[in-house]
């Protein structure tokens, strides 16, 4: 009885020892951001309202709608077309990194932090490059310099206002 009992606590420390060491692996090793790791464009918006707004009105919000029934669960259209399984068009994630891990508030308003949590500028050429493909439709070739202007300005610029009490302002 009492041998048995060693031999099953003994099983079940071996069981529970590697299964620390495989999570402290994981958390480690480079990984490949899983499904789970996005939380899709309401949970950024919450935050950032301009910018979702501004997203709203683009291309990449209905990226998705140019697909049919069976393209929207077909690999070989998704890969550029949805964000993440569940998560269709090209969402701010697809730009900005996955937002599991920098979105809450401690990590976002310490930009260093955030990076360092998956954050991304959204800027870097190969955001863009890996789905705006040579052999992506589209009546011109992809002009990574002019795409990006129409996409680095998110929030509407503030009209110039001269400040309070300056000369001939009201
Ligand atoms: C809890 C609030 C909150 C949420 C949710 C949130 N953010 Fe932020 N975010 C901030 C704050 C605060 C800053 C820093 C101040 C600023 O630049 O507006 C920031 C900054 C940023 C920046 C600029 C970083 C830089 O280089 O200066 C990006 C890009 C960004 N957020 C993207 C996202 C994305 C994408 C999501 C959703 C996955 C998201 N944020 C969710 C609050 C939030
Ligand atoms: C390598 C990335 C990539 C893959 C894979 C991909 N697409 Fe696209 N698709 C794009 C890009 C980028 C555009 C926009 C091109 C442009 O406007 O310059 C586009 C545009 C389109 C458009 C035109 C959209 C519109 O509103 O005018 C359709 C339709 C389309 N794709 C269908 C599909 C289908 C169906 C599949 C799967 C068989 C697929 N795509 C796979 C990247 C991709
Ligand atoms: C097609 C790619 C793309 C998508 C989609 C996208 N962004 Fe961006 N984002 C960018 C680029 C590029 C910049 C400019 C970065 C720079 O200038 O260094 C940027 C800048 C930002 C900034 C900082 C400055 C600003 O203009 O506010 C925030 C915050 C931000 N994005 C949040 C979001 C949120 C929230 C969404 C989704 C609602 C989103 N982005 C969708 C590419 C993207
Ligand atoms: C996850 C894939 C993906 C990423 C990443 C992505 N795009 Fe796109 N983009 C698309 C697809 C798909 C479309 C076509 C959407 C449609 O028309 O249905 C598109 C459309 C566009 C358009 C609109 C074309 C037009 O009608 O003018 C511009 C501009 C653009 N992308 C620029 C960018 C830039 C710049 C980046 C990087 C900062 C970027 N995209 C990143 C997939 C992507």
């Known amino acids: ?3 048995r009992g060693t031999v099953r606590i003994t099983a079940l420390i071996a069981a529970l020892t590697a299964a620390v060491v495989f999570i402290a692996l994981a958390a480690l090793l480079p990984r490949v951001a899983a ?27 209905r990226a998705g709608n140019a697909l049919g029934p069976t393209e ?6 998704t ?25 809450p508030a401690f990590v976002m308003v310490d930009v260093h932090l955030a990076r360092a ?22 009546i011109r070739p992809f ?6 202007a129409k996409m680095r300005r998110h929030v509407p610029p503030t009209p110039s206002k001269a ?4 000369k001939g302002a009201p």
């Open 79 to 103: 890969g550029c077309h949805s964000t993440a399984p569940g998560k269709p068009h090209v969402q701010c994630e697809a730009c900005h990194g996955p937002g599991e891990h920098y979105w």
């Open 117 to 138: 949590a998956g954050l991304r500028s959204g800027a870097e050429r190969s955001t863009c490059n890996g789905c705006h493909t040579a052999d992506a439709p589209g």
């Open 72 to 77: 929207q669960r077909d690999p070989r259209c």
């Open 1 to 3: 009885m009492l041998y």
């Open 143 to 148: 002009d990574f310099e002019a795409a990006l």
């Open 163 to 166: 400040p309070a009490g300056a």
């Open 35 to 61: 499904a789970d790791d996005y939380i899709g464009a309401e949970q950024c918006a919450a935050c950032h309202p301009q910018e979702y707004a501004w997203w709203k009105n683009t291309a990449h919000a």
